[in-house]
């Protein structure tokens, strides 16, 4: 791909106010040089699954720029953006509509004239023992990133 004279800048997005005024850790850059792109990124975090978050984050953002920037809603963004996602990431093809689960008809018993008989009282040793709780889940969420706390602005 040939470039013109102003494809030899850079052209780089401008850090939020909030960044500036507050500071911060750039944690990922990603950029586009002849169709190539390019990807800088801090080692952030010790859990590589943090990322995951990151970029599910990201993906959510990046949905709701394409639903107030052109015709699609949120979800139709964010749903193209997850099948591109895991279609280059080797995942199968999902259906495009999801599947509906149909009723179970539940089991009704047969209505009869006679009374209802009631259940044999239980004893103590007829009883049967609690279940042991489950062991909570080892691994437990975290954060994505903590907000610094604001530092002073100098005077001027």
């Known amino acids: ?15 939020t106010d909030d960044a500036l005024a507050n500071g911060g850790v750039e944690i990922l850059r990603a950029g586009l040089i002849d169709d ?20 599910a984050d990201i993906t959510r953002r990046l949905a709701q720029i394409y639903s107030l920037e052109t015709d699609l809603t949120e979800a139709e963004a964010l749903a193209e953006i997850e099948e591109a996602y895991a279609a280059d990431l080797g995942a199968k093809a999902m259906p495009k509509t999801p599947a509906r689960r149909t009723a179970v008809p539940k089991k009704v018993a047969p209505k009869t004239s006679a009374p209802a008989k009631k259940p044999p009282a239980r004893t103590n040793a007829a009883r049967p023992a609690a279940a042991k709780p489950r062991a909570a889940s080892a691994k437990a969420t975290k954060p994505v990133a903590k907000k610094p706390a604001p530092r002073p602005r100098a005077k001027r």
């Open 1 to 15: 791909m040939a470039r013109s004279t102003d494809d030899a800048i850079y052209h780089a997005l401008p850090i």
């Open 36 to 55: 190539e792109l390019f990807v800088t990124a801090r080692h952030a975090f010790k859990d590589p699954a943090t990322w995951g978050e990151v970029l």
